[in-house]
């Protein structure tokens, strides 16, 4: 007898009683898991039990558990499910009474409870009105009570579901696919619902649900153990938070590690996303193995009629369409062929997996098992014929993903590339991405799919794709530790020197043009030759294009615009004349466009600020769809400008996407004069965007000082707080040595907040530094920005200057 026993039944029934017994096991850090979920459960009816008794409950009466509490399963703030269950016999009034006598004591202890009171007829008419209900009552216990009452309606509920579940399991088929739109999938969010989300504790009741119906079943190896986890890092999620919450928030998650016993809060979503993995995988498998003898079912009747009900009890043949070698098509999935000897072919698992991806159906269960099971592993390096299989895969699409899933959920993906297994379920803190790390791989594949045809080597691209984030579960910079990774898989996989050497080349500097488009001043031929010569051939510059653009898709919707798209193709040209035989051009000074330069002169003539605001479209020739607009700001040089307009814009919630900025030169009477030309590209943070008028007036007044921006900012961000999940990194500014000969490149990256550009154009100003360009680039909640400053007599500066201005800007923003 434990220790918990023994003080449990020295004490009352009472709710101080319970309370103390309660808090003791919560407080038992030997006792975790199964064992605490069970044992809080029992004490959980021992104390109901006794609440009951003591009540005197007329005859047919009886109390139920019913859902998690049902199966036994108590986290530390679960609420309690409970149904008074009655034959209809006593008197109503007593039965109200003896539901006030549970009820009450439940609330005063500040425990969530849901509570009914039926019949057996009652629960099953309610049950057949409603899915959940009808759930929670497929676990149903006897807890106090009349136990023939109980057991006759859990019999008579179990009837109902099997009888009725070719009409139920379509609706909780589609509960679940609603559930699963809202929710996302638990196996990559950053911050998931480990119950509601797809693959969570409610997808795992489910499966119950559907083994219990006798229709289908679900695959059960690894999935205990996955239910299991996600109810550890519940019961820890409420002991960390002392709160009933199934959502593991991004500030919860090193508690909960801790409670674990985990190393950190990484480790802990590898697991829980594991998990996830187990049970996404089976749902997928059970809804479709559901559907399936639905189908058959509802065709049986038809063929009987067709045949004129003489079938004699015939089994019909089952038709198996060839896809390949040792594989075909049954029952709209992939299967293997009768003829096919796995132990023999070390292709097969890879020619299966591309047959069904190209086919675009799913492969069986049994198939994959069969594959995991037998096999003969692949020679290496591995021969051409596989290396052609992969590719293959890769390059179906879409269709991919499920067939690649299917091979992970097995293990044959990581016996197939071991390196696999460090990417497995990593997650990935940026907001920017929307999956981990594997699954991201997976789905650049799948984007580079469609760009295939602007590259004479599909087959690199797609299998660089595949591998370009390989290094992230490795320490230090990941495209480093990947260039090292992805020479050894792709010598593995059988490519020829050359060939590796370029996969390494596209996998190492994978992320270099859209870092350069967007931070560096491509007008600089430095620029362009730095990374012409990173590249070192016109074949690895296309791979490396279209591998950027997959990559900025696959990432999620703040990685890829029309804007980038352009300056990235717009660097693709020009290093592309270099590798041909030319040069990088040196700088000219480019021509103003009409526009700027009308502007010019109209701020030239009356003195003062003079805007234009032109809208653009993400998809011109489609139904135009405004994502932002080009301003262009002229005005005679001085200084404060870029600090003044960019703090306007803040003012005016327009989030900025690019700028640059240039001095045109005019002729007058007395000679030339300057005017500063700004081009921005801005987007309105929310709402419509500002009349150009009202945003030329804030300008005039910043500029005079009669507008505090600085204030004015402090203000609005003391009146509408941002809300901040985690505390941010501090900022960084460095200094980009060699990347110009023109002007000094000081690089920020910060959290990005409304009047950051303000701050820094502050802080350049105070350094008496010209802003000569600016290139800005928002990721997500991360701002990357490169100035490129000169002196006051235009040249770039000292190496201790540059020190300087860089750990003063650094200051002033980290204060």
Not at 282 to 298: G, H, Y
Request: glycine share 8%; with cysteine.
């Amino acid at each position: 007898m434990t220790s918990l026993e023994v003080d449990t039944q020295a004490e009352d029934s009472g709710p101080s009683g319970y309370a103390a017994a309660r808090l003791r096991l919560l407080g038992e850090k030997a006792r975790s898991g199964p064992p605490r979920r069970s044992a809080l459960a029992r004490i959980t009816d021992d104390w109901l039990n006794g609440l009951f008794t003591a009540a005197g409950p007329p005859r047919g009466v009886a109390l139920v558990a019913v859902g998690g509490y049902g199966r036994g399963e108590l986290s530390p703030r679960s609420d309690l499910d409970l149904l008074l269950l009655h034959d209809g016999t006593a008197d109503p009034g007593a039965v109200a009474t003896l539901a006030d006598r549970i009820w009450y004591p439940v609330w005063d202890l500040g425990l969530a409870l849901d509570h009914s009171v039926r019949t057996p007829a009652e629960a099953r008419t309610t049950a057949g009105e409603d899915l959940k209900v009808q759930l929670g009552l497929l676990d149903a216990r006897h807890v106090a009570g009349d136990l023939g009452l109980v057991t006759a309606l859990r019999t008579t509920v179990l009837a109902d579901w099997r009888n009725q579940a070719p009409k139920r399991l379509p609706e909780l088929d589609e509960l679940c696919r609603d559930r699963a739109e809202r929710m996302g999938e638990l196996q990559y969010l950053l911050e998931p619902d480990l119950k509601e989300a797809r693959g969570g504790l409610r997808d795992a009741q489910v499966l119950r649900a559907v083994a219990a119906s006798w229709l289908a079943d679900a695959p059960r190896e690894g999935l205990d153990g996955a239910r299991r986890r996600l109810l550890d890092a519940r019961d820890a999620l409420h002991l960390a938070t002392g709160r009933a919450t199934d959502r593991l928030a991004l500030q919860e998650q090193d508690a909960v590690a801790q409670e674990l016993g985990l190393l950190d809060a990484d480790t802990l979503l590898r697991e829980v996303y594991e998990a996830a993995r187990v049970i996404s995988y089976a749902t997928d498998v059970t809804w479709r193995e559901v559907t399936r003898v639905l189908k058959a079912r509802s065709g049986r009747p038809r063929l009987r009629s067709l045949l004129g009900g003489r079938s004699g009890g015939a089994k019909q043949p089952v038709e198996r369409t060839p896809l390949a070698e040792g594989v075909v098509e049954m029952d709209g999935e992939v299967v293997l062929a009768r003829t096919a000897k796995p132990e023999r072919d070390a292709v097969l698992p890879l020619r299966a997996a591309a047959a069904a991806a190209q086919s675009g159906l799913p492969i069986s269960l049994h198939a994959v098992r069969r594959l995991a099971a037998t096999a003969k592993p692949l020679p290496v390096p591995w021969p051409a014929e596989a290396r052609e299989e992969l590719v293959t895969l890769l390059g179906a699409g879409e269709p991919a993903v499920p067939v690649w899933e299917a091979l992970e959920a097995e293990g044959l993906v990581t016996r197939l590339l071991p390196d696999w297994e460090r990417v497995r379920c990593r997650p990935q803190r940026n907001p920017v991405h929307t999956w981990t790390v594997d699954r991201h791989l997976v789905e650049t594949a799948v984007r580079a799919s469609s760009l295939t045809r602007r590259v004479g080597r599909p087959d690199l691209l797609l299998v660089a794709a595949l591998l370009h984030d390989i290094g992230k579960g490795w320490p230090g910079d990941h495209s480093v530790a990947g260039e090292t990774i992805a020479r050894d898989v792709a010598t593995r996989i059988g490519f020829d020197r050359a060939d590796v050497g370029v996969i390494a080349t596209v996998v190492r500097h994978h992320l270099l043009l859209v870092e350069t488009a967007t931070r560096r001043d491509l007008d600089d031929p430095a620029t362009v030759q730095a990374v012409a010569t990173a590249v070192g051939t016109p074949g690895a510059l296309e791979l490396l294009h279209a591998l950027t653009e997959a990559d900025a898709l696959a990432t999620g919707p703040a990685a890829w615009s029309t804007w980038r798209a352009s300056l990235v193709a717009d660097l693709v040209k020009r290093v592309a004349g270099v590798l041909a035989g030319g040069s990088a051009p040196e700088p000219e000074p480019a021509a103003p466009s009409a526009e700027q330069e009308r502007l010019a002169i109209e701020a030239l003539r009356t003195g003062e600020a003079v805007l234009s605001l032109h809208a653009e479209a993400e998809n011109p020739g489609d139904e135009p769809e405004p994502v932002g607009v080009e301003l262009h700001i002229a005005l005679p040089d001085q200084p404060g400008v870029l600090p003044a307009t960019a703090g306007v814009l803040a003012l005016h919630r327009l989030t900025v996407r690019a700028m640059d900025l240039r001095a045109i030169e005019l002729p007058t009477e007395l000679g030339a004069s300057a005017v500063l030309v700004l081009s921005w590209r801005v987007a309105a943070e929310y709402g419509s965007l500002p009349q150009a008028a009202r945003l030329r007036a804030d300008l005039v007044r910043a500029l005079d000082g009669s507008l505090d921006i600085p204030a004015r900012l402090a203000e609005r961000e003391a009146a509408y707080p941002r809300r901040r999940g985690v505390t941010a990194p501090p900022p960084r500014v460095t200094v980009a040595a060699g990347d110009s000969r023109l002007a000094t490149v000081i690089e920020v990256r910060a959290q990005d907040a409304p009047g950051l550009l303000h701050r820094i154009g502050r802080a350049l100003d105070a350094a008496a530094v010209r802003v000569r360009s600016a290139h800005v680039s928002t990721l997500g909640a991360n701002a990357v920005d490169a100035f490129y400053v000169t002196d006051g007599t235009g040249a770039p500066l000292t190496t201790t200057d540059a020190t300087k201005v860089a750990e003063t800007l650094e200051a002033a923003l980290r204060g």
